[in-house]
């Protein structure tokens, strides 16, 4: 059977060279192992390894709660019919409310990260969020929602970022991909987030192609290379990168709106993570802070510099 994500033979028979597939859906059974795994190589010879272990570590609890999680509810499909004639993502981020399921993702989360080796700053946040009223979580989850969190509150809001990662990957799951539209360079055709950075893919059907990697639910949107994602700007693009490095993460820098966001190479480098190998060049983001290019995509789990 042939992926409705890859295009058919026929295009290939025919002597044309096939478009990439627009959108590729997270499997959420492989996404946050697979990002682990990533985490933990990167420790082994990073400055950050305390962190990136103990992202590592949010990982694997964001795998393993979901084992017997009661299934999020679906858009209804009025709704998504509604958003597909309309141009807007079928997930309505502004909409979402924290019921049952949402509620128990959070509390199972919360409780695995509780063992986790942690700075006792972190901890402390932990258990705020941890016995905070359900309105106040309720203001978190949109404060997140909305990629906006308070400079004195990150690791309670980090640790919501991470259960809504685990609820709305396991919504996207369940979507049709080719009911997707493309709402902008920069915008998740499933839920209207923001990127965390962007892969240039290997893939069959898709080699050299780009694709931007949302931020909370994980869905690959395809947008074309050496083009701002930002404002669409054509012009004045550049690439940064550290010194002395593998070339397999660069900054994409936007002379017209002063923007950069990263792009990996994945087809350089098949273990490359848009959200791990993103916190892990730390580096870049810092060597960029001392430039006119300010980042332009969305991490909660970054280190705030």
């Keep these: 059977m042939t992926s409705p994500n890859f295009p058919t033979p026929n295009a290939a028979s025919e002597g044309r060279v096939p478009a990439p597939p627009f959108v590729r859906l997270p ?8 990002r682990r795994q990533r985490l933990e190589t990167l420790a082994q010879t990073s400055g950050l390894a305390p962190y990136l ?3 590592a570590g949010l990982a694997e609890a964001q795998r393993r709660i979901q084992d017997g999680l009661p299934e999020p509810k679906q858009p209804l499909p009025e709704a998504l019919a509604r958003a597909h004639e309309f141009g807007m993502p079928p997930l309505d ?3 979402i409310e924290v019921d049952a399921t949402l509620s128990e993702t959070l509390t199972r ?3 695995a990260a509780l063992p986790l080796s942690k700075p006792t700053e972190a901890q402390a946040a932990l258990e705020r969020v941890r016995g905070m009223t359900a309105e106040v979580l309720a203001e978190i989850v949109r404060s997140v929602l909305a990629d906006s969190i308070p400079a004195d509150a990150i690791a309670e809001h980090a640790y ?3 259960g809504l990662q685990v609820h709305f990957t396991r919504l996207v799951a369940k979507l049709e991909a080719e009911k997707l539209v493309r709402l902008g360079d920069s915008i998740c055709p499933s839920c209207g987030g923001p990127p965390t950075s962007t892969l240039v893919v290997g893939w069959i059907g898709a080699e050299g192609a780009r694709y931007c990697s949302c931020s909370l639910c994980s869905t690959l949107w395809n947008v074309v290379r050496v083009k701002c994602i930002l404002c669409s700007s054509t ?10 490095g593998p070339g397999t993460v660069k900054a994409e820098c936007c002379d017209n709106c002063r923007g950069y966001v990263k792009i990996l190479y994945q087809h350089k480098d098949a273990a490359l993570d ?3 190998d993103d916190i892990a060049s730390l580096g ?3 060597l960029l802070q001392k430039t006119e290019y300010r980042r332009g995509s969305f991490n909660p789990f970054l280190l705030r510099v």
């Design 27 to 34: 499997d959420p059974g492989s996404l946050f192992e697979g």
């Design 53 to 55: 272990h103990f992202v």
């Design 93 to 95: 981020r502004t909409r």
């Design 109 to 111: 989360l919360f409780d």
């Design 160 to 162: 919501v970022a991470a």
């Design 235 to 244: 012009k004045g693009i550049g690439y940064k990168e550290i010194e002395g």
């Design 274 to 276: 848009p959200v791990a």
């Design 284 to 286: 870049l983001d810092l």
